[in-house]
């Protein structure tokens, strides 16, 4: 069965730092693309960050550019999302998700079942 299992979320204060991660079971992600996505309360899910199989192209929202970084682990079959400074609209529930191919986000085939991050004083 393949699966996707987050890991990290928490209640951290503005400014701090967390970092997800994002391992794989029954399936590989050697070439598979890899995306994060947040959905906050009654907003709809952002696709906030990707990183290609190699890890060696990453793309970012916006909305987090400069301070969030993706990576990945191939060995260890995980992908990371390490979140700086953050403000209270980071509050969200945090995915992860494996895409069909290896350069880009563009469908997710499996999705994991989400982590909370809650940002607040």
């Known amino acids: 069965q393949s699966q996707l299992v987050e890991s990290g979320g928490g209640l951290v204060q503005p400014g701090g730092s967390l970092r997800l991660s994002c391992a794989a079971s029954?399936?590989?992600?050697?070439?598979?693309?890899i995306g994060w996505f947040r959905q906050a309360p009654g907003k709809e899910r952002e696709g906030i960050s990707c990183i290609s199989s190699s890890g060696g192209s990453t793309n970012y929202a916006d909305s987090v550019k400069g301070r969030f970084a993706i990576s990945r682990d191939n060995a260890k079959n995980t992908a990371y999302l390490q979140m700086n400074s953050l403000k209270p609209e980071d509050t969200a529930v945090y995915y992860c998700?494996?895409?069909?191919?290896?350069?880009?986000?563009?469908?997710?085939?499996?999705w994991g079942q989400g982590t909370q991050v809650t940002v607040s004083s």
């Open positions: 998700a494996a895409h069909v191919g290896s350069a880009y986000c563009a469908a997710a085939v499996v």
């Open positions: 029954g399936f590989s992600l050697d070439y598979r693309a």
